[in-house]
């Protein structure tokens, strides 16, 4: 019984290595049979022998193991041939498959108008769709963003317009932030690059010089974040409809305590000179005998 056993257990494994080497097909395991029905599919395209060339490219298609770049050589000779045959329907998958694996596939420009009008739809199509999920994934990232926070209190001319803001960016995203701004009524933009602060937060400042004015006017300006590669992320307000604000009439010389001035610093020079003057004086005539009084020196 052991030996009837054992014989049939070797009888088994044989019949399993037996189906799996069946399963796994010449074509799936080897690339040479591969390389070799891709060649002949490329003969067959240069002889426009379109219907023998379908079932050839198939068979590439359905074998295990192809790399990418015969895949997409395959796709792009599987919907060629369909679209010549006017099979222009069932061309478009080939195509799609084609361009979901190199997106930016170009055809040889030989190649037959016929071929190159359907890819051109399919592409177009692609394209459209791979545009509305960018749109949808960068809603999604700009949703999860946010900007809090404002501007100077006092809001004068001749004063320094400072500006901090804290951005809720938690796929941290942004490499740079700007404020862009302008008086009402001036056609153009200046921009302001805020900096990150150790705290996380951006900031920076309009100067003084630029502000004063003597008269009220309204300062008009948006904010926009950017990534690494420049694209902008979360914005606040825009070029067509930006935030405002209304500056009050100043100059730099008014805005400017009297302490910080130059002639409060000469007069007080010239006052502490003459109280220096004065005090030195003083004490001279207080050390000088008065008038008949004797002067006792002692040796």
Same mark, same amino acid.
């Given at each position: 019984?052991?030996?009837?056993?054992?014989w049939?257990?070797?009888?088994?494994?044989s019949?399993?290595?037996?189906m799996?080497?069946?399963?796994?097909s010449?074509?799936?395991?080897?690339?040479?049979?591969?390389?070799?029905?891709?060649?002949?599919?490329?003969?067959?395209?240069?002889s426009?022998?379109?219907?023998?060339?379908?079932?050839?490219?198939?068979?590439?298609?359905?074998a295990?193991?192809?790399?990418?770049?015969?895949?997409? &050589? @395959?796709?792009f000779? +599987?919907?060629?041939? !369909? =679209?010549?045959?006017? #099979? /222009?329907?069932?061309?478009?998958?080939p195509?799609?498959?084609?361009?979901?694996l190199?997106p930016?596939?170009?055809?040889?420009?030989m190649?037959?108008?016929?071929?190159?009008?359907?890819?051109?739809?399919v592409?177009?199509?692609?394209?459209?769709?791979?545009?509305?999920?960018?749109g949808?994934k960068?809603?999604?990232?700009?949703?999860?963003?946010?900007?809090?926070?404002?501007?100077?209190s006092?809001l004068?001319?001749g004063l320094?317009?400072?500006?901090?803001y804290?951005?809720?960016?938690?796929?941290?995203?942004?490499?740079?932030?700007?404020?862009?701004?302008? &008086? @009402?009524?001036?056609? +153009?933009?200046?921009? !302001? =690059?805020?900096?990150? #602060? /150790?705290?996380?937060?951006?900031?920076?400042?309009?100067?003084?010089?630029?502000t004063?004015?003597?008269?009220?006017?309204?300062?008009?300006?948006?904010?926009v974040?950017?990534?690494?590669?420049d694209?902008?992320?979360?914005?606040l307000?825009?070029?067509?409809?930006?935030?405002?604000?209304?500056?009050?009439a100043?100059?730099?010389?008014?805005a400017?305590?009297?302490?910080?001035?130059?002639?409060?610093?000469?007069?007080?020079?010239?006052?502490?000179?003459?109280?220096?003057?004065?005090t030195?004086?003083?004490?001279?005539?207080?050390?000088?005998?008065?008038?008949?009084? @004797?002067?006792?020196?002692?040796d």
């Amino acid at each position: 019984m052991r030996r009837v056993f054992g014989w049939e257990w070797g009888m088994w494994t044989s019949v399993l290595l037996v189906m799996q080497l069946l399963a796994a097909s010449p074509m799936a395991s080897s690339s040479s049979i591969v390389a070799e029905r891709m060649l002949e599919a490329e003969r067959l395209y240069e002889s426009l022998d379109y219907g023998e060339l379908v079932p050839v490219v198939l068979e590439v298609l359905e074998a295990r193991g192809v790399d990418e770049e015969t895949k997409i &050589r @395959a796709h792009f000779l +599987h919907g060629a041939a !369909l =679209a010549v045959i006017g #099979a /222009t329907v069932e061309a478009e998958v080939p195509f799609r498959l084609l361009l979901r694996l190199d997106p930016n596939f170009e055809p040889d420009p030989m190649t037959s108008p016929k071929i190159v009008a359907v890819f051109s739809k399919v592409r177009f199509e692609e394209e459209t769709i791979q545009a509305s999920l960018e749109g949808i994934k960068m809603a999604r990232i700009l949703g999860e963003m946010s900007i809090r926070g404002g501007t100077s209190s006092t809001l004068m001319g001749g004063l320094p317009i400072s500006f901090r803001y804290i951005v809720t960016d938690p796929r941290g995203l942004v490499e740079s932030f700007f404020v862009h701004y302008r &008086r @009402a009524g001036v056609p +153009h933009y200046s921009s !302001l =690059a805020l900096l990150q #602060a /150790t705290d996380g937060g951006w900031q920076g400042s309009i100067p003084g010089e630029w502000t004063e004015s003597e008269l009220d006017y309204v300062l008009e300006y948006h904010l926009v974040t950017k990534d690494d590669r420049d694209n902008k992320l979360k914005a606040l307000g825009s070029s067509y409809e930006p935030e405002k604000l209304d500056i009050a009439a100043g100059t730099i010389e008014e805005a400017t305590p009297f302490y910080d001035r130059a002639w409060f610093w000469t007069v007080a020079g010239l006052a502490a000179s003459a109280l220096v003057g004065t005090t030195g004086y003083l004490l001279y005539e207080r050390g000088q005998p008065q008038d008949g009084a @004797a002067v006792l020196v002692l040796d």
